[in-house]
């Protein structure tokens, strides 16, 4: 079985770029897009969800905390501060009404002086006491875990203490300073930063913080949670689809061709996929479509085999027979009767390995030469012109003509390879002329119709026995006409013809020509090919 080799790419072209496109035809592409898309699709609408929820509670925050403290600013400023003409805040005051005022326990209450320096905190006011479960007690001689992380808690701290002071910096210059921020303790707070202003002169600054960010952190991640399960559940079936619909299905395939290529068996068991209606029922069918095709060439090839050794033997029999009594035979008529065999088995051997060495490349020459629009008309010419210019006058084999006659008013395309379809015609025709009356005529016709094109060969020779009509079809049948020499026949031709013929989708049959009082006049062998427009 040949294989044909790609032809080179011309100079200048490119190839067609691939384009990404929707699976249409592929039941399990959009099965394996559509699963994973699913579960992606969970995850990011779980996670924007989220972010919105969790930004949309910042910024709430950060609105309470602005016009709670704007209040608190504007109550300090109108009862807390003294002076004139240069006015500043009443610390005891401000301390006081911040006591009154700032109700929330969640919530810490800042208040700076002008210069930065702490007159008033809502913790110290409140007496709130910071606390924490403590670590077990330690074991004599053990080290204390916390010692090594001093130095980053002091850092952690220092960093904290910088920021706040940066945002009071701001907020000095007479605008609000809002945002998230990490606090002495390394929680996330969110900070508002409001300036005291007593008509035009910043008295100082309060600053309000919420240190319940990281509890509504913890309650999006657990909100996320019941997205990620969703999604990872989806991966994991959509995960396991793939490995039934798929893998086990590939696997068991690898496993039958295997244990053919170790068992050496002579035909593959296949796992019977072919009621899927996809890719990989598709894919079973066709396989096991290729290993009958497989099993049958090489069942063919066993028969060709035995038919080839068969045809062999007998004119090397014959040839062994001569040669064995030519030693024996001392006339020289006898003598040159006995060469004259000699030299036709050897002629009719030469014939038959050239016939079989044809057939045994048929194969590769139909997958290596393209199919094309071809003209049958002109290929039908060509074909005549060979015999014509090998005619010879006089009763000789050699003197059959041949007649071609097209009964149609375009020409007739089909969609074949020139050099297999012109010996198909050849071989009809070296039938035909072999059968054919000395002087005689082989008549070739072109028709078309209904969308093909129909080539009818007729000869004036005996006809073709009923049964036989089919049989002479097969290899190495034979059927030597009356006074043609023994061995001009390989009994391949029609064979071949036939071979060709329906690689190229069309059939080839013979019957018998009848006059009108039904005795046979000779024989007809039509060949039909799909026609086309090409």
């Known amino acids: 079985m040949a294989t044909a080799k790609p032809e080179p790419a011309a100079r200048g072209s490119a190839e067609p770029r691939r384009r990404l496109a929707w699976p249409r035809g592929s039941r399990l592409g959009r099965l394996i897009i559509i699963l994973n898309v699913l ?23 950060i609105d309470s905390l602005t016009t709670q403290g704007q209040l608190i600013a504007k109550i300090i400023d109108q009862s807390a501060t003294v002076g004139e003409p240069e006015p500043a805040l009443d610390p005891y005051t401000a301390s006081a009404i911040l006591q009154l005022l700032f109700i929330p326990r969640s ?45 980053r808690a002091a850092q952690r701290a220092e960093r904290a203490r910088n920021a706040l002071s940066g945002e009071i910096a701001q907020a000095m210059r007479g605008r609000t300073v809002a945002g998230t921020r990490i606090s002495e303790d390394g929680d ?15 008295l100082g600054v309060l600053t309000l913080e919420a240190g319940d960010v990281d509890e509504i952190i913890s309650a999006e991640r657990k909100a996320l949670l019941p997205f990620i399960v969703v999604a990872m559940t989806a991966i994991l079936i959509s995960s396991v689809l793939l490995h039934r619909l798929i893998a086990v299905p590939v696997q068991r395939l690898a496993r039958a061709a295997d244990h053919v290529r170790l068992q050496g068996a002579r035909a593959i068991a296949l796992p019977d996929l072919s009621r899927r209606a996809d890719e990989l029922g598709d894919l079973s069918r066709s396989l096991t479509d290729m290993t009958h095709s497989l099993s049958e060439r090489m069942d063919a090839i066993e028969r060709f085999a035995a038919d080839v050794a068969h045809e062999i033997k007998n004119p090397l029999t014959s040839i062994r027979s001569a040669i064995e009594t030519l030693d024996l035979v001392t006339e020289p008529a006898a003598r040159t009767r006995l060469l004259g065999i000699l030299k036709n088995d050897v002629n009719r051997l030469d014939r038959l390995v050239t016939d079989i060495s044809n057939a045994s490349r048929l194969d590769a020459e139909l997958s290596r030469e393209q199919p094309k629009a071809l003209d049958l008309a002109k ?40 050099t297999p379809m012109g010996q198909v015609f050849r071989n009809l025709i070296d039938n035909a002329r072999s059968f054919s009356p000395e002087d005689g005529e082989v008549r070739v016709v072109l028709t078309r119709a209904r969308g093909k094109a129909t080539v009818i060969v007729d000869d004036d020779g005996p006809g073709v026995p009923s049964d036989n009509l089919e049989t002479i079809f097969e290899r190495f049948y034979t059927s030597r006409p009356k006074g043609r020499a023994f061995g001009g026949n390989s009994g391949l031709g029609l064979s071949i013809a036939r071979q060709i013929v329906e690689a190229h989708g069309g059939a080839i049959h013979a019957e018998n020509r009848r006059d009108a009082t039904g005795a046979v006049i000779g024989a007809r062998f039509v060949v039909d090919l799909p026609e086309t427009r090409e």
């Open 379 to 418: 290929l039908l010419s060509e074909v005549a012109s060979l015999y014509d210019a090998q005619l010879r006058p006089g009763p000789a084999p050699g003197s059959v003509r041949v007649g071609v006659t097209v009964d149609a008013a375009r020409p007739v395309l089909v969609l074949a390879r020139e």
């Open 39 to 61: 579960a992606l699709t969970i995850v990011i609408v779980g996670a924007l969800v989220l972010n919105e929820l969790r930004s949309g509670l910042v910024n709430a925050k």
């Open 188 to 202: 996330r707070v969110v900070s508002v930063s409001i300036p005291i202003q007593h008509v035009r002169a910043v």
């Open 107 to 151: 919530q810490r209450a800042r208040l700076f002086d002008a210069h930065g320096k702490v007159l008033a905190d809502s913790f110290v006011v409140a007496d709130r006491v910071d606390w924490k479960v403590l670590p077990p007690a330690r074991k004599p001689g053990e080290k204390d875990p916390s010692a090594g992380r001093s130095p």
